[in-house]
């Protein structure tokens, strides 16, 4: 056998033996120990830690440069990369914050963080024309309520019913770090991308459980009762407005006009 | 040249700038690994970028030179942007990136040996079929004295060259860097590339390894492109006449103005060889 023939899994062994403080295993770099080594050990970790700071923007705003670095070092070494599209890279990484937290001074970091993944996958979702209610104006109540309404590719939500974390979020992004100034409530936050900007949006609670009817392609009348269900006190009319008027939906009409690039909201 | 001179790497924060600058023969590359989105601004802003520009797609992630073959996913996002961008140029790295699912976001070393080079020229014509064209295949920049070597590298990439038919990109700041770095000759190797082959030049800035100092020049691609790299182009081109060059500048990036004049220098040698020619 050729001493080169597992060579990749060689090399990339002591890469990772590397980033754990120890010296590579001499065989995997042809018995060579040298402090160039480092250049490769270094070089992805930076990517990645690069990417994670990219990506989760609320959670290094809270934290710090300083304090994320570390963190995102610490998911990248546990979790390397799949997909070389490292703009997607991160996904469990509020997983990770959640399953630290009881360690945390922070609790509210992963709530940050899937909002802000959230935003990622916005982001980079697929364009589809909006739905406009007028689309739907000449159907009755009951061909309307049986009718299952398709999220645009690019809606995502996520609540807590404990926490603010809209504001939460807001406030980090800002860099106006003062939780106790803001009312401690649950909350739900709509995230939409109409046209090249991710949108952000405050959804009634009960908004939620008829995003999740939706997605689950539940007929209309079943969604909005799940709404009901979720807070019998909401406003279907209101809740419904802000979903069209916030571009949650995709257009049952075909043949798309692709939206106009807008410089000023490029990544 | 077909039009393109010399270029330049596209950074979105210089969006709007590119798209107004007119100069002759003005190109930009992209990674465009940056722009594999389903939809949005990414993929969008790329399509604006080549209705005015000649754009090439310079990939980083193919892995090459890596145990398996290019990761089929990767490579059909590659070719429905191939097929609707119509890019100017498609080029990869002699080197890898991935082993089973991991992908390490680095371009790493390998043992050039034959059984090497029957593996990375598969993958070159997998890529090259998928893509229904000719890939340009770059020399990465070396940092180890990896043992095992059987082919020289610019042996190794003129049989590439030779069982592929796959173009070179000349990274002249990788060929000045490696040569500092191991220790062999940066004209003597860029005097055997062969002249026909060449369908790019690369020219980059490096820095010095903050722990080993100048014993270790590191392709950081953040500072101007050195005197020592400037002086072997200009002898790469004096060999080979004119080729579409691109000044990479990724970090500790300058406004697009000083980006342009680094660019004007290539150019100017450019337009020389052109005259002459």
Known sequence: MSPHRDFHPRFMRAIDRWRDGEPPEPCAIGGLAVPAFAVYANTGLRACTAALEAAYPSVVSWLGELAFEPLAAQFARSHPPVDSRLFLYGEGFAHHLRAMEPQSEWPCLANLARIDRCRTEAHAACDAPVLASAELAHLSADALGARVLALAPATRWYHSAASPVLDLWTMARQGDMAPQSIRWRGQAVLITRPDDEVLMHELPLAGIALLEACARERPLAEAAAAAQAADPDIDLQALFAQLFSQCAFRSLAPNPNPTTLNPQRLP | ?277
Not at chain 2, 48 to 54: C, D, E, I, K, T
């Open chain 2, 1 to 277: 040249m077909d039009g393109l001179s010399a270029g330049i790497g596209f950074k979105p924060v210089h969006f709007m700038p590119a798209m107004q600058a007119r100069h002759e023969g003005l190109w930009f590359e992209v990674h465009p690994e940056n722009y594999l989105a389903d939809g949005g601004p990414r993929p969008r802003m790329l399509a604006a970028l080549a209705a005015v520009h000649p754009v090439s797609l310079h990939g980083v992630s193919m892995s090459l030179a890596g145990p398996a073959p290019p990761e089929p996913a990767h490579l059909q996002r590659l070719a429905a942007l191939v097929r609707g961008l119509r890019p100017a140029l498609v080029s990869e790295h002699l080197a890898w990136s991935r082993i089973g699912t991991r992908y390490e976001p680095d371009l790493l070393p390998f043992v050039r040996n034959t059984a090497a080079l029957q593996r990375v020229a598969r993958h070159v014509m997998a890529m090259q079929d998928a893509l229904g064209r000719p890939i340009a295949v770059e020399n990465p920049s070396h940092y180890l004295p990896l043992p095992g070597h059987t082919w020289e590298e610019v042996d190794f990439l003129q049989e590439l060259v030779r069982r592929t038919g796959c173009a070179l990109l000349v990274d002249v700041n990788n060929v000045h860097l490696g040569a500092h770095n191991l220790g062999f000759d940066a004209a003597d190797w860029l005097a055997r590339v062969p002249a026909d082959a060449v369908a790019e030049i690369h020219l980059a800035g490096h820095s010095i390894d903050p722990l080993l100092g100048d014993a270790l020049w590191i392709d950081s691609h953040d500072a101007p492109v050195a005197d020592g790299a400037w002086a072997l182009y200009q002898g790469l081109l004096d060999r080979i006449g004119p080729r579409p060059t691109l000044i990479e500048w990724d970090s500790q990036l300058p406004g697009f103005e000083r980006l342009m004049q680094e660019r004007q220098r290539a150019q100017e040698r450019l337009a020389r060889h052109a005259v002459a020619a």
